[in-house]
């Protein structure tokens, strides 16, 4: 061997002991006693490359070495994974214990301080209060139906003989059907150019916290200044006006009840919040579900049945009634087989506020906790065949309650928006399956770490002529 060919490799070798030892010392840095087993990866990036890339083949592969509960250390924080079902209702019905929300500091530093994720105790019951009294059920029954009623039969009019990104359909529908709610009587480009920018909002979220110019974060942070300064804008306006609106941004402002009053910064950081939980959410399980009636014509055949028999006892120009609605029960199954079928949620995230005991294994303050639920979408004894997309099952009683149901979170912070996201979807459905049929082509499809058409998902439109002739 010549000197320079030792000389390569002592250097290798010392490289890979080095790499060895760095990868040791992570491990060293994090172990104490009672931690969850696991492992932690490189420093700083620990084992995100592999948590993002393999996604739920990661979660399967740690789980089958470390069992239901273990670390990891990813997106820049060290982390606990439970996959657990029953531990991950303990973790969600206990943040008095310790378990807050623990969202990216990107998502805070977008969505306000005073977002409703961010709160914890008291303010979060006042903001979680307000919320509910202009979203809840009886809300819905009594302003926001027709509402989104009214929206949805012009948004769905003329799509016969097009073809449509079906993605970008549903986004710019769940994006303005919020803002309906929201500042019902702007004009529409106020609203259109609320949308442009509300894009830079979602991916600054999502992305890591650098703040400097041409990052996603950057722009997100951008993006909230001006969106900010311009709900201020509305607000004043308002205030120097005596003339009422019937949208949301009225009750916030005039709310009497002093219970659930909030401050300019707050009632601006949930309406940011409000347009951003309701959007992929909405958008994608909507998109989702016009593929798999698509996919299952059977499927598609009932939910037809189910719109067309409302329809038959109404005149053309009625609206959909609360009534009517509750009626749309196999429409619902539709909607929560999608969420199940396609993981429109894999997981929350919980942070510890102090030491905090679980399953007998100590997690230590400052960590995340991900509750990862996507594995009990597909728990064979909740979901029986649960490769199947099969609504009907959600039409046995108990399921939608079920303790191990997560689909829309679970505890003091299931999804106040629940209900709405229903209506909205279901009247969509309800426009969409009654006016047309389509024809899917075969766009792909990312399933994870979110679900969405990298391409767009584009669909051939035309007029439903025979059952039209039926009804
Ligand atoms: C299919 C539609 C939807 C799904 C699957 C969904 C899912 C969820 C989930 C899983 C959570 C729990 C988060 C956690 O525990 O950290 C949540 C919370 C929340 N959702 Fe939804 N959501 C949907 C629609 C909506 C809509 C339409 C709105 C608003 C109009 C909304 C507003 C919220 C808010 C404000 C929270 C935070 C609640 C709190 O912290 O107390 N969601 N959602």
């Given amino acids: 061997m010549s000197?320079?060919?030792?000389?390569y490799y002592v250097l290798a070798l010392a490289l890979c002991v080095f790499f060895a030892l760095l990868k040791k010392w992570n491990e060293v840095r994090y172990s104490r006693k009672g931690i969850p087993p696991g492992t932690m990866g490189w420093p700083i990036f620990g084992e995100t490359a592999g948590f993002l890339k393999?996604?739920?083949?990661?979660?399967?592969?740690?789980?089958a070495r470390y069992g239901n509960l273990f670390k990891s250390?990813?997106?820049?924080?060290?982390?606990?994974?439970?996959?657990?079902?029953?531990?991950?209702?303990?973790?969600?019905?206990?943040?008095?214990?310790?378990?807050?929300?623990?969202?990216?500091?990107s998502m805070r530093n977008i969505l306000g301080n005073s977002n409703i994720a961010e709160v914890h105790g008291a303010l979060h019951k006042?903001?979680?209060?307000?919320?509910?009294s202009f979203i809840g059920p009886a809300a819905i029954r009594d302003h926001l139906l027709p509402e989104v009623n009214k929206f949805m039969r012009s948004f769905l009019d003329n799509w016969a003989g097009k073809t449509v990104d079906i993605q970008d359909k549903t986004k710019q529908m769940a994006f303005f059907v919020s803002m309906k709610l929201i500042v019902e009587n702007e004009p529409s480009p106020f609203h259109e150019a609320f949308k442009a920018t509300?894009?830079?909002i979602v991916s600054g979220t999502f992305s890591l916290p650098i703040k400097i110019p041409g990052t996603n974060y950057f722009r997100g942070l951008q993006t909230r200044k001006k969106v900010v300064a311009t709900l201020k804008e509305v607000l004043a306006k308002r205030r120097s006006s005596?003339?009422?609106?019937?949208?949301?941004?009225?009750?916030?402002?005039?709310?009497?009840?002093?219970?659930?009053?909030?401050?300019?910064?707050?009632?601006?950081d949930q309406i940011i919040t409000f347009l951003y939980s309701g959007y992929e959410t909405v958008s994608t399980t909507t998109m989702m579900a016009v593929k798999y009636l698509h996919d299952?014509?059977?499927v598609l055949e009932k939910v037809r049945e189910e719109h067309f028999a409302i329809q038959q006892r109404k005149r053309p120009e009625d609206l959909v009634s609360w009534d009517d609605y509750k009626d749309m029960v196999y429409t619902r199954a539709v909607i929560f087989e999608t969420l199940r079928f396609a993981n429109i949620v894999n997981g929350v995230l919980r942070k510890t506020t102090e030491d905090v005991e679980l399953n007998g294994f100590t997690i230590p303050q400052g960590w995340r906790v991900y509750v990862y639920t996507r594995e009990t979408n597909y728990d064979?004894?909740?979901?029986?065949?649960?490769?199947?997309?099969?609504?009907?099952?959600?039409?046995?009683?108990?399921?939608?309650?079920?303790n191990h149901n997560m689909l829309f979170g679970a505890g003091g912070r299931l999804c106040p928006g629940k209900e709405l996201g229903s209506v909205i979807i279901s009247i969509f459905l309800r426009y969409f399956v009654t006016k047309y049929r389509w024809e899917a082509d075969g766009n792909e499809l990312l399933k994870f770490p979110r679900v969405e058409a990298p391409n767009g998902l584009h669909i051939r439109v035309a007029e439903y002529t025979i059952t039209r002739k039926e009804s």
Avoid: C
């Fill in 3 to 7: 000197i320079p060919e030792i000389v």
């Fill in 54 to 63: 393999q996604g739920p083949d990661f979660m399967k592969s740690k789980r």
């Fill in 73 to 105: 250390h990813a997106l820049g924080s060290p982390v606990i994974i439970s996959m657990d079902p029953e531990l991950n209702r303990y973790i969600l019905k206990n943040e008095a214990k310790g378990l807050v929300p623990g969202y990216p500091v």
């Fill in 126 to 132: 006042r903001i979680r209060g307000s919320i509910l």
């Fill in 198 to 200: 509300f894009d830079n």
């Fill in 242 to 268: 005596s003339a009422t609106h019937a949208d949301i941004l009225d009750q916030l402002m005039r709310s009497e009840d002093f219970k659930y009053k909030l401050n300019d910064e707050e009632i601006i």
């Fill in 296 to 298: 299952y014509p059977r």
């Fill in 380 to 402: 064979p004894i909740l979901y029986p065949e649960p490769l199947n997309f099969n609504p009907s099952r959600w039409l046995e009683k108990g399921l939608e309650s079920h």
